[in-house]
T-cell receptor
Framework: EAGVVQSPRYKIIEKKQPVAFWCNPI?????LYWYRQNLGQGPELLIR????????DSQLPKDRFSAERLKGVDSTLKIQPAELGDSAVYLC???????????FGPGTRLTVT | RKEVEQDPGPFNVPEGATVAFNCTYS??????FFWYRQDCRKEPKLLMS???SGNEDGRFTAQLNRASQYISLLIRDSKLSDSATYLC????????FGAGTRLTVKP
């Protein structure tokens, strides 16, 4: 069974540029999460989707971050414009309706210069 | 105060040693507890859930003390392959991760 797929794996951009990350969850997983992980820290939840509905986006910096999950499968996280402090690993995870375990993708390592 | 706090580490231990990690959480309404393992530059993966009565999985033992809002992970007979960062995770709806404790097991 394929795991959570994320792309790109690495991204280097200049500040003030836009950037987008893509996530394809495990088939059948209706819950999708976006996390940000800074160096030496644990993952921090940005947004959680139940199917296509964002049920918790309280930690998402809405002035520059946006996310969507059209059709309740793939999801895209966007930053516009990026700031130096956005440099981090952006992790996508998914879980099934019956389970609690979250399966993480490999992440996108973003460097803003 | 952070919602989930862990031993800062790092822990450097010889092979075969027993090592224990501690974690405290602030949300008394938390219902589910986990330990995740994260290898360097890799994604977190579930190591084990933590149950109220305590649970064991091979060399790993997890304990939960709800009254003290405290979770522990004990690793016995540590192996080189146990070297990783161990993340304490608490859920009262959404999962909250600790900053992790880094373990290095040396020959």
């Amino acid at each position: 069974e394929a795991g959570v797929v994320q792309s790109p794996r690495y991204k280097i951009i200049e500040k003030k540029q836009p950037v987008a990350f893509w996530c394809n969850p495990i088939s059948g997983h209706n819950t999708l999460y976006w996390y940000r992980q800074n160096l030496g820290q644990g993952p921090e939840l940005l947004i959680r989707y139940e199917n296509e509905e964002a049920v918790d986006d309280s930690q998402l910096p809405k002035d520059r971050f946006s996310a969507e999950r059209l059709k309740g499968v793939d999801s895209t996280l966007k930053i516009q414009p990026a700031e130096l402090g956005d440099s981090a690993v952006y992790l996508c995870a998914s879980s099934s309706p019956a389970g609690f375990e979250q399966y993480f993708g490999p992440g996108t390592r973003l460097t803003v210069t | 105060r952070k919602e989930v706090e862990q031993d800062p580490g790092p822990f450097n231990v010889p092979e075969g040693a027993t090592v224990a990690f501690n974690c405290t959480y602030s949300n008394s309404a938390s219902q589910s507890f986990f330990w995740y393992r994260q290898d360097c530059r890799k994604e977190p993966k579930l190591l084990m859930s933590v149950y109220s009565s305590g649970n064991e999985d091979g060399r790993f033992t997890a304990q939960l003390n709800r009254a003290s809002q405290y979770i522990s992970l004990l690793i016995r007979d540590s192996k080189l392959s146990d070297s990783a960062t161990y993340l304490c995770v608490v859920s009262g709806g959404d999962m909250r991760f600790g900053a992790g404790t880094r373990l290095t097991v040396k020959p």
